[in-house]
Each structure stands twice: as C-alpha cells, then as structure tokens.
T-cell receptor, first 113, second 115 residues
C-alpha cells in the first residue's frame, strides 16, 4: 500500500522568501503525485500533479514541484511567498489516475509580513 | 474549472438525530465520488467510494450503517450520518471524479457539530 510523509507539521516564512515543503512517498512503482492547498474551512484545490514525463512540474499560483525517484520525494517549491499563500498544504499519492488518493498529514504554512 | 458543491456548509444537530450532506457536481457528470473525513489539524481520511447506481465501498473501520452513502445520479451523492453523536463532529469533504478525464475535484466541505 502507498503512504505519504510530510515531515514538517508547521512552517513559517517571511513574505517574499522562498519556500520548500517536503513530501516523501512509499510505493512500489512510480506513483501519481499531487499537491493540494486548503484554506481554513475550505475544500481542497489542486496545485499541481505529476504523472510522467518532465520531473519538474509547474502548477498554479507560481508553485512548482520536482519528482525525484531516487529520493522518493515530491517537494513543493515557490520562489517568493505571498501572504495569501498561508494555508494547509497536502501531498497525495495514488497508484493510478482513477485510483484512491492517500494524503499526507499536511503542512501548515504561516507567512509573516 | 469544474465545480463540486456541498450543502450544507455548516450544520449543528442534537445527539441522536440524523444529518444529510449533499455533494453535487455542477457542470460535469461524476461517475465516482469519494467521501472524506477530516479531524481538526489532521489529514483527510477516506471514508468510502461511491459509484453511481451501485453500493458504496467503505474503507476499513468505517461503519456503513452509520454513514449511509447514496449515489443516485451522476451529479449527486449524499452522506447521511445516522444517530449522530458528538464524536461524529468533523469536517466532511467530498470529491468527484469526471468520467471524461478522470480528474478529481473537491467540494468546499461540510462542518458537522453534534451537541
């Protein structure tokens, strides 16, 4: 069975600083990987996804993520964080596009002005 | 983009009553819908998978008689929490998968508080 680990429960960055949120997965083959963002009291919005091909994936809101098979990682990055990026971020994995998602425990991002 | 709507967004009920939460795909047909439960400051836990016109598939440990799921049409799935108790208080989120592309869209969530 697949699993996802997000080592950082809470991260605080200053507005304008760069951001990297870590995600490690466990799966026997190459999984389908996702990053979602959740604002307080809201549902989830897809930031980006990786299925195959280029290991550097561009998403919405200026986010990108890099799939590294050797490290079983799919870390999310943003060069310059905005105050509106403060939210909960979830990494998720699935064995296929039509399969169930398994979510990590989430990383809460706080942005200081 | 595709929209998935949940109703109600917030509901408060007395212990012992039943509560129904609706999940609608507004502009696409959803062959499969998923129901998740999220405890405060925790991740989403999949409760069940529902396919239109068939019985839902529940995850291990989820009481199917307590959490009734109906997926009567390609645009509507309902979750009924029967005989609710305070421990059922949680944030319930649905997601819907399009038949065309297989892409997954999430609803805004429904916060249930059982007094």
């Amino acid at each position: 069975a697949q699993s996802v680990t997000q080592p950082d429960i809470h991260i605080t960055v200053s507005e304008g600083a760069s951001l990297e949120l870590r995600c490690n997965y466990s799966y026997g083959a190459t999984p389908y990987l996702f990053w979602y963002v959740q604002s307080p009291g809201q549902g989830l919005q897809l930031l980006l996804k990786y299925f195959s091909g280029d290991t550097l994936v561009q998403g919405i809101k200026g986010f990108e993520a890099e799939f590294k098979r050797s490290q079983s990682s799919f870390n999310l990055r943003k060069p310059s964080v905005h105050w509106s990026d403060a939210a909960e971020y979830f990494c998720a994995v699935a064995p296929g596009t039509a399969s169930k998602l398994t979510f990590g425990t989430g990383t809460r991002l706080q942005v200081t002005l | 983009g595709a929209v998935v709507s949940q109703h109600p967004s917030r509901v408060i009920c007395k212990s012992g009553t039943s509560v129904k939460i609706e999940c609608r795909s507004l502009d696409f047909q959803a062959t499969t819908m998923f129901w998740y439960r999220q405890f405060p400051k925790q991740s989403l836990m999949l409760m069940a998978t529902s396919n239109e016109g068939s019985k839902a598939t529940y995850e291990q440990g989820v009481e199917k008689d307590k959490f009734l799921i109906n997926h009567a049409s390609l645009t509507l799935s309902t979750l009924t929490v029967t005989s609710a108790h305070p421990e059922d208080s949680s944030f319930y989120i649905c997601s819907a998968r399009t038949g065309a592309t297989g892409e997954l869209f999430f609803g805004e969530g429904s916060r249930l508080t059982v007094l």
